[in-house]
Structure formats: C-alpha cells, structure tokens
C-alpha cells in the first residue's frame, strides 16, 4: 500500500482541518469525515493534488458536535484515514 503520510490537525479557533499528505502522482482528492458508528457527517471536495506535500485547509459546518471522528481521505480511488478530535 501506498503511504501518504496523512496528518490531521483540527484549529479549534475557526472551526477548520488541516489535512497534510504526500502523493506520488497528481490528480484529484476528496474528504469525507465519518462518526464512529461509519455515518458520514461532512464530505469536501479537496480538488487538485500534487505531486509531493500538499495541505489543504476544511471549514466544517459550526453545528458538528464535540467528539471524535475519522477523517477519510480519497486520494486518486486510494483511500487513506486517521482519527481526529473535534471539540
């Protein structure tokens, strides 16, 4: 498997994801954030990619609830995920 070396770190003051990850070929990615129970609660369209480091920065909607999530990232149909905490 492929390693993006997908970081996920949430700025509390603005509500937002930075998402950083690596790619090897360039080309499309999306965002889709889930509940532990798999429900999907934000989804986000990334656009390009980039050959190398890219980070891209996610508003989330202001009514997501406290708690922790799975961010999934889908990078050129190949699908990498971390946790992240939402407070």
Do not use: W
């Amino acid at each position: 498997s492929v390693n993006y070396n997908l970081e996920v770190a949430y700025l509390k003051n603005n509500n937002s994801l930075t998402v950083n990850y690596s790619s090897l070929k360039a080309g499309e990615s999306a965002l889709n954030l889930t509940d532990l129970s798999g429900k999907s609660v934000f989804t986000e369209t990334l656009g390009d990619t980039e050959i190398g480091e890219n980070t891209k920065s996610v508003k989330l909607p202001s009514d997501l609830k406290a708690g922790i999530y799975i961010v999934h990232l889908n990078i050129n149909n190949t699908f990498v995920s971390k946790k992240v905490y939402i407070q």
